[in-house]
């Protein structure tokens, strides 16, 4: 069961990583005056942090000294002296740690936001085909799981990546300085571990990348699976629905066990290596003691802490990393989409129908959605002001699409389609689309109260404006007994039928007061004594107005001023209703096919 056409899985190309996270840099440009005052506080933080064993040592000098000097006396002066400056120094690292992370948690959080943005600016530049050919669900997805990804990820990466950088070349000074023997030593172990995770480091990406492919994959499947929940369990697709998530499932499985096996292989690694150090310095550092003497226990101690301090930014260093692999799968979908092809601008487009009367013209109109496969071929016809504009055809004949190419949902292939004069392509989609009141044969209603479904985008209109346009349609009394009347929220605790959610449509259309409608099967979805009412409330919409109604249902357009007969992207006839009986040709059959049981 598949809606749409499955995006192509994106290609796990070497070099992925750099170009996405390249791509992400330059998106955040903004923000990299934040990100360098967030590295100066990080290192900031960081030197006091260092000091620490330096003075730890004098501390053990101090101590041992006195254990086992002449005097066999400690300097407890000087020893609190020492312990009140190391205090004083951590809590001002801690403080400047806490400055830091409150900086990088609102920059990331902004790159977040500046990405949701992006993508809400780009979908309503997105041309329908593109929608057409991707699913709802992984579109979703990229909105949601992708950016939130890229937000986490950052926000646990990126300032800890460059503190932890500073960490790591400020410890390897202070070694070099205290002593260069145990410093050569540190470095010797902990470059076996770095160098593992470096090799793990390119293997797993590509899992990485899998892994957010098969979180959009599965969002879709759920996301259609839910929406034709009906369909599902009518034709007992249950298991096949099941089966379908189970693949999925098991491959998001995979993906997300290998990628985060391999990024929690790293944690032991580098414990390993960081214990060897231990190990080694404990060596190394008792031989030394026995050749320099017992003062040389504080320059051990020292190192004891040298190591945890050295071989924790490599840790640190080794998850960020990590994550950022996840931030760059997560960039490689959302840019993606930002990059995808939009329309084209129309700014410098300002014609606009400055009385509209509703003449409309289509002349010699090409289509396909496909460019090589043409749907409507040479479509022309002339409309005039005010006509009822029945479109009528078998199933393929290009109905919907007709009407899509008037609202410039779509770009036609060639030909012009003008309206009073005006060419369509001159007009910005706004403007063409305020010319047109619209109501479908899928209802849509969203979650909020009747009053902001009907003033939907029509804040101005008064609440008396509406209530008229509700007792026109035939729909107030209904309202009325409803719990909360107008402010009663239409959700699933409210039961609407469908003709009732369909003659809100048309309540909300009508205030609107658009000067052209459309009508599309929006009565085939109930049954018939609900469409004679339907009829009625479409027909006050259509006073004065210029129509055009697609219907299966052709005993609902008789009283068209005008039926274009399609077939084949074609028009093969033309008429009012009587004209087309008498002509006894495919109108006629379509429309005596309807009742012959009768």
């Not at 260092?50 to 053990?60: D, L, R």
């Not at 990590?322 to 329309?343: I, K």
């Not at 044969?441 to 109260?449: A, I």
């Not at 699933?492 to 469908?498: E, G, H, Q």
Request: hydrophobic share 45%.
């Amino acid at each position: 069961m598949r809606g749409k056409t499955m995006a192509p899985a994106m290609k796990m190309e070497k070099g992925t990583f750099k170009k996405s996270m390249g791509k992400l840099l330059r998106f955040c440009k903004k923000e990299w005056g934040w990100l360098l005052i967030s590295i100066l506080i990080g290192a900031v933080a960081v030197i006091f942090q260092i000091i620490g064993p330096n003075k730890i040592k004098e501390i053990t000098e101090i101590i041992t000294i006195g254990l086992f000097g002449p005097t066999g006396q400690i300097d407890a002066g000087a020893v609190t002296e020492i312990a009140i400056f190391l205090v004083s120094i951590y809590a001002l690292g801690a403080i400047f740690h806490y400055i830091q992370e409150f900086i990088t948690v609102t920059m990331t959080q902004r790159v977040g936001r500046r990405l949701r943005q992006g993508i809400s600016k780009k979908i309503n530049k997105m041309p329908l085909n593109y929608f057409d050919s991707h699913m709802h669900g992984d579109i979703l997805s990229r909105v949601t799981n992708d950016v939130d990804t890229i937000s986490q990820s950052l926000n646990e990466s990126v300032g800890n990546l460059f503190s932890n950088v500073i960490m790591f070349l400020g410890v390897l000074v202070m070694m070099f300085v205290t002593e260069w023997i145990l410093a050569l030593t540190v470095i010797g172990t902990t470059i076996i571990g770095f160098a593992f995770a470096m090799i793990f480091m390119s293997k797993s990406q590509k899992y990485f990348n899998q892994n957010q492919k098969n979180i959009g994959d599965l969002n879709a499947h759920i996301e259609e699976a839910y929406s034709g929940h009906n369909v599902v369990q009518l034709f007992n697709a249950k298991n096949n629905t099941k089966k379908e998530f189970s693949k999925i499932n098991k491959k998001l499985f995979n993906s997300g066990w290998k990628s985060q096996f391999i990024s929690g292989v790293m944690m032991p690694v580098m414990g390993f290596v960081g214990n060897l150090g231990y190990v080694a310095v404990c060596v190394v550092g008792a031989v030394l003691a026995s050749q320099r003497g017992v003062e040389y226990m504080g320059v051990i101690t020292a190192f004891m802490i040298y190591v945890r301090m050295f071989s924790n930014p490599l840790n640190q260093i080794a998850q960020c990393l990590t994550r950022l692999q996840s931030a760059s799968a997560a960039s490689t979908r959302v840019f993606e989409f930002l990059e995808a092809d939009q329309m084209p601008d129309e700014e410098e487009k300002s014609v606009v129908v400055e009385q509209v009367n509703g003449n409309v013209e289509f002349k010699d109109v090409v289509f396909g959605y496909d460019k090589h496969k043409t749907i409507i071929k040479g479509f022309s016809a002339n409309v005039l002001a005010g006509q009822k504009v029945a479109i009528v055809g078998p199933t393929g004949a290009g109905k919907t699409t007709l009407v899509n190419l008037l609202m410039r949902f779509y770009e036609i292939n060639s030909g012009d389609i003008v309206v009073d004069g005006v060419s369509v392509k001159d007009m910005k989609r706004e403007a063409v689309h305020s010319l047109f009141g619209m109501v479908l044969q899928d209802t849509w209603l969203f979650e909020g109260t009747i009053k902001e479904n009907l003033k939907y985008n029509n804040e101005n209109v008064s609440d008396e404006q509406m209530i008229n346009a509700c007792k026109e349609v035939g729909i107030d009394h209904f309202i009325q007994t409803l719990p909360n009347g107008y402010n009663t929220v239409v959700d699933d605790a409210v039961n609407l039928s469908a003709g009732q959610k369909q003659l809100i449509t048309i309540a909300r259309t009508m205030i609107a007061n658009r000067p052209m409608i459309i009508l599309d099967e929006a009565t085939s979805s109930v049954d018939t004594r609900t469409e004679v009412m339907l009829q009625k409330a479409m027909d006050r919409v259509m006073e004065g107005r210029t129509s055009f109604i697609i219907a299966h249902r052709l005993s609902t357009i008789k009283n068209a001023d005008l039926i274009l007969v399609l077939k084949d992207g074609d028009i093969i006839e033309s008429g009012n209703h009587k004209t087309l009986l008498e002509k006894q040709g495919f109108y006629s059959e379509l429309y005596n096919s309807q009742f012959e049981e009768e």
